[in-house]
């Protein structure tokens, strides 16, 4: 059965990945629409819209209108932060189910809306969180399920990135909602939800923008203590403190401390290293399965059965709800406590 799948928005990143996967499944009818889009050069990292898709070589539509008249069975939606809301209440009113981009909503009225209108018309709507779906953390969960590590009750998370520099609304709060914190606590927020089901109670975050003053317009470093009903207590590094010059964007690294063991996991630390015999430069090349197909695929099969597929939006919420929290904390500098849906 033949899927066919739109992508709403190429303003993420993740967009570029994302069409690519699916181009190259012979099981998908692949089509993007990317109206507010304008290229900034001429590199795949630096195209937007009728350019990027015809980089890619994937079928555009000039409108999300003309993209939902399509009949997609599902569409994934990559657009800034704070248009989540407007594109996923467009496409469950066309009865598309949804993949939608992290984190759900910049605020938790947007949150809320979101919920509904998946609810209300009856599609199905999954978060994309591709760490979730490395084998790294396929392992730890496994670990974990085993008993072997006992009862968690310490995690230290880092999620370290490179300021974007081909997409600059992730550093204008009006459109993502906030800077690095926004960014990056979800990430980890989703793996210790699916990895403990512990439900997070309180957080207490510091943020700065030492880094990148004179680019960005959000904070650039951040550590997010959560606290969780189980007792465990994460802290998660959220900085962009990649320099321009790092050879990959980032990476994502979990120690996880239990009363029967610890265990430490590099979600991307499969790679070849190496240095540049040119410029010296040095050189990363990361292998391994790719975790933007496994979520890809995971999200289809879901489509073809209606059987909800996990993260779900419930997930999303949560997640959300620890950066509201800690957005909020940042502000006040007290410990703030988590709103449950």
């Known amino acids: 059965m033949t899927i066919k799948v739109g992508v709403l928005s190429f303003a993420h990143t993740h967009a570029i990945g994302y069409l690519a996967a699916l181009a190259a499944m012979p099981d998908v009818e692949v089509r993007g629409a990317d109206p507010d889009g304008t290229s900034t050069g001429t590199a795949v990292g630096e195209l937007r819209g009728a350019d990027l898709a015809a980089a890619l ?31 996923v209440e467009l496409a469950a009113a066309a009865g598309a189910h949804v993949l939608c981009e992290k984190p759900l909503a910049t605020s938790w009225q947007d949150g809320l809306a979101i919920r509904d209108a998946v609810a209300r018309a009856g599609v199905l709507l999954m978060m994309a969180f591709p760490v979730r779906f490395a084998s790294a953390f396929e392992r730890l969960r496994a670990t974990h399920d085993s008993g072997a590590l006992g009862t968690v009750f310490a995690v230290r998370g880092a999620n370290n990135g490179m300021l974007p520099l081909t997409r600059d609304w992730f550093t204008d709060p009006a459109l993502s909602g906030g800077g690095a914190l926004v960014d990056h606590v979800v990430h980890i927020a989703d793996l ?20 990148h003053a004179d680019r960005a317009c959000a904070e650039t470093a951040g550590l997010v203590t959560v606290t969780y009903d189980t007792g465990m207590i994460a802290a998660i590094d959220c900085s962009w403190s990649r320099p321009d010059t790092s050879p990959v964007w980032g990476g994502l690294t979990l120690d996880v401390a239990g009363t029967g063991g610890t265990v430490s996991a590099d979600f991307f630390g499969a790679a070849a290293r ?27 099969d879901a489509v073809r059965s209606g059987e909800q ?25 007290l410990t703030v406590p988590v709103t449950r849906a």
């Not at 555009?60 to 990559?78: F, H, I, M, N, R």
């Not at 015999?277 to 990363?284: C, F, L, Q, S, T």
């Open 57 to 87: 070589g994937v079928e555009y539509a000039d409108s999300y209108e003309a993209l939902l008249a399509w009949g997609p069975d599902a569409v994934v939606v990559t657009s800034e932060n704070a248009r989540h809301r407007e594109l």
């Open 192 to 211: 210790l939800d699916g990895l403990t089901g512990a439900t997070p109670t309180s957080v207490t975050a510091v943020t700065n923008r030492v880094l």
């Open 274 to 300: 190496g240095l540049d015999a040119v410029g010296g430069r040095p050189i990363e090349l990361r292998y391994g399965a790719d975790p933007d197909v496994a979520m890809l695929r995971t999200f289809l």
């Open 309 to 333: 597929p996990q993260p779900d939006v419930g997930v999303g919420l949560r997640t959300l709800s620890i950066v509201l929290a800690a957005q909020e904390s940042v502000r006040t500098g």
